[in-house]
């Protein structure tokens, strides 16, 4: 069975754990894990914000980090980089991704866009658009709803990353890497598919078969 490294917060990765499971996968997953690179892929979880500091900034509107996770988290993205093993970054591990490859974030919405994202403790329901001829589009057509839990966003994007889905506000909600096993979603698929499966949104579960494909090699890149 395929083994998919899983790096969040501690006690709070049980939604990703149950994705893999019901995708045929056997999760590994821990707070601030040393890379595992006898795993077929790597999970990089939701979570809070990232020091700004990682992407070249001060503190605009970020929210404390916690820097031993962001720490293991570059090493963790790093190693499985460098071994060419599949990597899905959800959230803060999409945001991470853009970092880790030298881009930069919106640390804090502008208001005429936050209403959209920010729950206050629920996610919230938005569109957005996948460009022709790409995963999301062969996926959910394009234009589609998913769900939103995030202050934070992707500005700059990292090198060799490729913007493959935006909000209505216009930054990127999800990219791959030509050439390399990859992608980043801003939304939650964990918390759209299978038994979390809802009425409003797409069914986030075929992005978990998508990954698990990918890491048995049964995918193009």
Sequence with gaps: MLK??????PEKTGNYEDAVREAGGQPVAGYCPEPDLSCDGLILAGGGDIEPGVYGQRVQGSQPPDTARDRAELTLFRMFYRANKPILGICRGHQLINAAMGGTLIQDLPPVWAPFHGGVDHDLVHPVRAEE????HRLYGPVFPVNSFHHQ??????KGLRPIAWSEGGFPEAFDCPGYPLLGVQFHPERMSFHKRRPDTVDGGAIFAWFLALCRGEENV
């Design 4 to 9: 998919i490294q899983i790096s969040g917060d």
């Design 153 to 158: 966003a992707v500005d700059r994007l990292g």
């Design 133 to 136: 001829d790409t995963l999301l």
